[in-house]
């Protein structure tokens, strides 16, 4: 469970046992605060990664390389389509779904334009063999320390959901492309620590610029720039040319989707976006 799912009314009750035995909410929030990565304006709370630290999980460098499957960074191979589609089941609690399906592959393209020459893959809809399900959640997902507007995934080789709450759409139309842009980022395999690390701080050159303001980084300071691009562009371009293999000692790995171990039969290409 996440920690920024909200509370079963049952377990707050005194006869829910002796097993649970539930903080204050506020002591709760404070205590969780630390774990919170938290961007754009209205102070969202991303779901998809933990707060940036300089490492993973702020582990230092040798329990990150000895510690799997951690120690690698997972980034996409050469020639990648992901092919994704709507969860259906999902979409049984709306009553316009023709509307919700145009507006949100309209908000998918454009938060993958703001990433322009720099998206490392194809996106494809499709109904068979897909790698991830695009799903529109009927109930916010917040707590004391806010609301999650979407989650998404990392690189591998598995399934995945990328799911967008209702709080996103009381959002204004810039934030929510941007929302999408920075899950999209974690699709591409971008942490958080790659924005939040001090210039001094061990290993504080993960990769990239380091601006203060990224799509990557922290509430107001969390927006898409010329650098975000440049970064991404670069990183990928010497992974796949062999170039650059780790980065501080921490290896690069390669990856494939799920959707090449089956043939896919047919789908509605969203945008080709690699040059």
Same mark, same amino acid.
Request: glycine content about 6%.
């Given at each position: ?13 005194? +006869? ?23 961007y754009g304006k /209205?102070?969202?709370? /991303? ?27 997972? !980034?996409?191979?050469? +020639?990648?389509?992901?092919r994704w589609r ?19 592959? #309209? ?40 609301? #999650? ?13 990328? +799911? ?6 009381n959002q204004s ?53 010329? +650098? ?5 562009? #670069? ?14 000692? #921490? ?18 290409? !969203? ?5």
């Open positions: 469970m996440s920690v920024y799912t909200l509370r079963d009314s049952k377990l707050t009750k005194k +006869n829910s046992g002796k097993v649970l035995k539930l903080r204050s909410e506020e002591e709760a929030a404070g205590l969780q605060e630390k774990y919170l990565h938290k /209205c102070g969202a709370v /991303c779901d998809t990664d933990t707060k940036g630290h300089a490492t993973p999980q702020d582990q230092d460098l040798l329990e990150l390389m000895v510690n799997a499957p951690d120690g690698f960074v997972p !980034l996409w191979d050469k +020639n990648v389509t992901l709507f969860q259906e089941q999902a979409l049984l609690q709306f009553e316009n779904v023709d509307e919700i399906k145009s507006y949100v592959r #309209t908000l998918m393209a454009e938060g993958i334009q703001e990433w322009g020459d720099a998206v490392p893959v194809r996106f494809k809809e499709a109904n068979e063999a897909w790698d991830f399900e695009l799903v529109i959640q009927a109930e916010r997902k917040c707590s004391i320390n806010g609301c #999650t507007l979407a989650s998404a995934f990392f690189p591998d080789a598995g399934r995945h959901e990328l +799911n967008i709450y209702p709080t996103m759409f139309r810039q934030e929510q492309i941007e929302t999408m842009a920075h899950e999209l980022g974690h699709v591409f395999g971008l942490r958080h620590f790659f924005a939040d690390v001090s210039e001094t701080a061990w290993p504080a050159e993960l990769f990239g610029t380091h601006s203060r303001f990224s799509i990557m980084n922290y509430g107001a300071d969390s927006s898409m720039t010329d +650098n975000d691009r440049k970064d991404l562009k #670069t990183l990928y371009a010497l992974a796949h040319s062999g170039e650059l293999d780790e980065i501080n000692g #921490t290896r690069i790995k390669l990856v494939r989707p799920f959707s090449e171990t089956r043939l896919p039969t047919y789908g509605l290409e !969203l945008i080709a976006a690699r040059h």
